[in-house]
């Protein structure tokens, strides 16, 4: 160290974000923040920014890279709040001069009096954007004077909570210089030659809508300001030449702009040009339907995009109006999932648990119009979390809504189990509301897993889409067969039992996913652990036939009659079909019914006769071979997973193929 580095304040940065496959995200807030302050700071050479810590590392490590650090900036949200704080707290009573700044979406807009008291190591929260506010705090570091501050709070000399006007919002964001050109992360890259970048990237800031459960819903986030169309090209260049596969768009509704067409088209020009980057994530702006598809199209195509998100969180109409949504309408996706489906693009949707107004009928029903309106993919089921800046963190509303709001441990889907290990963080999980209370809960989260196994894991969609086709029977009737527990179908009765247990362990406390040590030591969705589950240990034959009682005990009741020959076909069919380890050959069937050829149609929302003859099909499986479990569990079950691509492909037999 030199000795003018020795006399600059050393600025220490905390941005824990959460990686996968051995990749993590560079530190992009605080490349912002970084860049701002190089440009506008008044005193610039009086300052070292050092390193920042980017993702997870013991907290000893982390002590021992911040220690000599003046002041330590820390960006932080639901995933790494209780990991910073107890970074902050030890680095506090080792080193008490040292300023401890936090911001981010984590510090709350409201009862900011009770957060600085309830953490007293952290000596000024901040609120809002924070490029200006950063560069205000480094600019009045010397003085310790922050009356001038804006979006701040702190506890003066006098032991006061002090809480400084908000901040306008910058209104041209191309005054914030881009972190990736201005060479923020190039230390960083240097300093860590084996690590696996992932990028973050804004086009535009702001949303102009106001769902209650979201941060993004407050007025102050309305206005949409745009980055400059020439610096975002840049910055898919450097992308480009930096080698960086994957890069999540933090747009909160893509597509809103005419312009965004041309940068995927960017991207995908770069990719087919350098390779890079592989993968484009963008969240759809849900208004726009030409928009998406055009968007969406160019992304499968030039193979950056892994599936679709035709995303609505509920489809029942006081529901949406509690949380202030308004969803693409019924008519809309159906016309986009047409699209999709006839260029080959995969899709999924979302749906929330637990949300107000809802009730166990609503929200079974509104998974059966998706899946009757073209969703045979994958509907993503994701448990209500109250985010601390959002309308529903406010306890009016939620008292209005009858909310009921369980602490339980994140964890992330597929994450290994060594994470967060020492220490780990928390949400705010609702586990039953007014209109659906704790036992309703139970039934609808133990719902989603089995409509998950059964139609999107695909282990009983041939025959689910056979009856529903022949009969008109919704698929909230037919998978409600399978979640009664049955002396005669002990397996399909312990699955059952299985997930509701789950759903109760999730009211308690306990992890939303279940933990294997065996399958790849990771973290499963359960109805993903169920399937690793019936297949390793062999018990899909007995699955099968427990299904098969279970339909035709169900279609006597019903006093509907179905051919034998035609249910034994599509279960036998669809077993077939299901992508498992050790299959190293074709396989060729005969069918007594073209069922099939229903079944692909019925996926179309195209009508198709069924019809009695011989039927002679090939199913291709040498293609794809798994040589073990493992492999298995990690490509299909959970790299598939959004695809929803868990059958082997199957055509008709002909003299041609033959």
Same mark, same amino acid.
């Given at each position: ?17 959460? !990686? ?137 000399? @006098?032991?006061?909570?002090?809480? @400084? ?14 972190? $990736? ?60 030449? @930096? ?41 759809? /702006? ?24 035709? +995303? ?46 809802? /009730? ?71 586990? !039953? ?67 509701? @247990? ?23 969705? +359960? ?13 899909? !034959?007995?699955?099968?036939?427990? +299904? ?68 002679? $099909? ?41």
């Amino acid at each position: 160290m030199d000795a003018s580095s020795k006399n600059k304040t050393k600025v220490g940065m905390v941005q824990v974000n959460t !990686g996968f496959l051995n990749q993590n995200y560079l530190p992009y807030s605080l490349g912002f923040l970084q860049a701002y302050a190089q440009k506008y700071l008044k005193n610039i050479d009086d300052f070292e920014f050092l390193l920042p810590i980017y993702k997870r590392i013991p907290l000893k490590d982390a002590l021992n890279v911040l220690s000599g650090s003046d002041i330590i900036f820390f960006s932080t949200y639901v995933w790494n709040f209780k990991i910073s704080s107890e970074i902050a707290k030890r680095i506090k009573e080792k080193k008490p001069n040292t300023l401890i700044v936090f911001g981010g979406c984590r510090v709350p807009g409201q009862n900011i009096e009770n957060f600085l008291k309830n953490y007293p190591f952290i000596d000024i929260a901040c609120y809002g954007e924070g490029e200006k506010v950063f560069t205000a705090i480094l600019n009045n570091y010397k003085t310790g004077n922050w009356e001038n501050v804006p979006s701040i709070s702190y506890i003066d000399e @006098n032991n006061k909570v002090i809480k @400084n006007t908000r901040a306008e919002r910058i209104n041209d964001p191309n005054e914030i210089p881009s972190p $990736y050109l201005a060479g923020i992360f190039n230390p960083l890259i240097e300093a860590n030659p084996k690590e696996g970048w992932l990028g973050l990237w804004e086009t535009n800031r702001g949303c102009p809508f106001s769902c209650s459960y979201c941060e993004w819903g407050g007025d102050y986030q309305k206005r949409l300001y745009a980055h400059d169309l020439k610096k975002l090209f840049e910055e898919i260049d450097w992308f480009s030449r @930096n080698k960086i596969e994957f890069i999540f768009c933090c747009d909160a509704n893509f597509g809103i702009l005419k312009r965004d067409l041309e940068i995927v088209n960017r991207v995908a020009e770069n990719k087919k040009k350098y390779g890079y980057p592989k993968v484009l994530s963008v969240q759809n /702006t849900k208004n726009s339907t030409d928009s998406t598809y055009n968007i969406q199209k160019v992304l499968a195509k030039a193979g950056l995009s892994k599936g679709v998100n035709l +995303a609505f969180q509920s489809l029942n109409e006081e529901t949406l109006k509690s949380i202030r949504r308004t969803n693409i309408s019924v008519k809309t996706f159906y016309e986009l999932q047409q699209r999709f489906s006839s260029e080959g693009i995969e899709t999924f949707s979302d749906l929330i648990l637990g949300l107000p107004n809802e /009730t166990y009928d609503t929200f079974t029903k509104g998974i059966s119009q998706l899946i009757e309106n073209g969703q045979h993919n994958r509907i993503q089921f994701n448990d209500l979390s109250i985010l601390p800046n959002s309308e529903m963190a406010d306890t009016d509303y939620q008292k209005k809504y009858g909310l009921i709001i369980q602490e339980a441990k994140i964890i992330n889907i597929h994450g290994s189990l060594n994470e967060g290990n020492e220490v780990s963080e928390t949400q705010r999980l609702v586990i !039953g509301t007014k209109t659906m209370p704790k036992v309703d809960w139970v039934k609808t989260r133990a719902f989603s897993w089995m409509v998950s196994l059964l139609y999107f894991d695909k282990i009983l969609q041939i025959p689910l889409t056979i009856l529903h086709d022949t009969f008109s029977l919704t698929f909230k009737e037919l998978v409600e067969i399978f979640t009664e527990n049955e002396e005669t179908s002990p397996l399909i009765s312990e699955i059952s039992s299985f997930f509701i @247990n789950k759903a109760k362990s999730i009211q308690n406390g306990g992890a939303e996913f279940c933990q294997s040590k065996k399958w790849l030591n990771i973290w499963w969705p +359960a109805d993903e652990s169920v399937l690793i589950k019936l297949a390793a240990e062999n018990k899909l !034959g007995i699955f099968y036939q427990e +299904a098969k009682q279970r339909i035709k005990s169900f279609l006597h009741k019903r006093n509907l009659s179905l051919s034998s020959d035609l249910l034994d076909g599509s279960i036998y069919l669809n077993q077939n079909l299901l992508k498992l380890p050790f299959k190293y050959n074709d396989l060729d069937i005969q069918l007594s019914y073209n069922i099939l050829e229903v079944y692909q149609a019925a996926l179309k929302r195209m009508a198709i006769p069924v019809k009695k003859g011989i039927y002679d $099909y090939r199913i291709n499986r040498k293609d794809k071979v798994w040589s073990s479990w493992e492999d298995w569990c990690k490509k299909v079950i959970w790299y598939e997973n959004k695809k929803g691509a868990y059958l082997y492909s199957c055509f008709p037999m002909d003299n041609k193929k033959q």
